[in-house]
């Protein structure tokens, strides 16, 4: 998984990149509700692109990732109260109780062990803090194969019951779940992992024949107004407060 991530820093880094898209900041920051005195940790956060946009509405942010290409791109543009800590999500180099608030943001989809994740994403939060997951939800049919041919450190996308059983598992607190369906061009999609040549045309001749009329792959590929080849995600915001 790291091996791919090296691969695709400098377009997750770049300035224009999906990952700073400022609408998807603000939806997760409204979910959020920080507040000044509030300490984040932004768990598998890359180029930090979240804790970066929200910079100014919390005391300090801590962006924790093992791709130290991302970290570094990150850390050259980041405000002072910005730092980046190279560790796996699984084994987390803080103390229990630590953060106000623990976000993980299109992260699960990659991670070998979601729940191990999780449980260490609830050790840090202190009682009464948030736990965020933002993350696709599974549309079924082939929509993981098609994903990994695209990226092979995708592992497994989340179905809503799988979803709601991590969160629920934690113990005793409230569950809240938002939820955005997100449209992008296939094209971008694709660009962004560069996968190989042979990978890009098994995936794009699968989301071409669904939007003719094909087999439904999970991934609800369609053309827009445009006739441009569009792919749409359902994005699952869960918050868990203890």
């Known amino acids: 998984m790291r091996r791919e991530f090296v691969r695709q820093a400098p377009s997750f880094a770049a300035s224009g990149s999906f990952f700073g898209n400022e609408s998807i900041a603000s ?7 920080l507040e000044a005195s509030d ?6 956060g890359g180029a930090g692109h979240l804790s ?29 109260n910005v730092r980046f800590v190279e560790a796996d999500a699984a084994a987390m180099p803080f103390a ?43 549309g079924g049919g082939r929509h993981d194969e098609l994903e990994i041919l695209r990226d092979p450190s995708h592992t497994h996308a989340f179905t809503d019951a799988e979803a709601s059983s ?3 598992g934690l113990g005793e607190g409230r569950l809240t779940v938002d939820v955005r369906r997100q449209a992008m061009a296939v094209e971008a999609w694709l660009t962004q992992a560069a ?5 890009r045309d098994a995936v794009l001749g699968a989301l071409t024949a669904e939007a003719a009329g094909g087999d439904a792959t999970g991934l609800h ?4 107004a445009d006739g441009i080849l569009q792919l749409a995600q359902r994005w699952l915001l869960l918050l868990w407060r203890s």
């Open 27 to 33: 939806w997760i920051g409204d979910a959020l509700t």
């Open 39 to 44: 300490r984040v940790l932004d768990v598998c």
């Open 52 to 80: 970066r946009a929200l910079a100014d509405q919390a005391r300090e942010f801590t962006v924790l990732d093992l791709t130290r290409e991302l970290l570094d791109a990150g850390q050259q543009v980041a405000p002072q």
């Open 96 to 138: 229990d109780d630590e953060f106000d608030v623990v976000v993980s943001r299109f992260a699960f989809h990659h991670l070998p062990d979601q729940r191990a994740v999780l449980r260490e994403m609830a050790r840090v939060a202190r009682p009464g803090g948030l736990v965020a997951v933002i993350d696709m939800a599974n």
């Open 166 to 168: 991590m969160m629920t």
């Open 195 to 199: 996968p190989p040549p042979a990978a």
């Open 221 to 224: 590929a369609h053309r827009d």
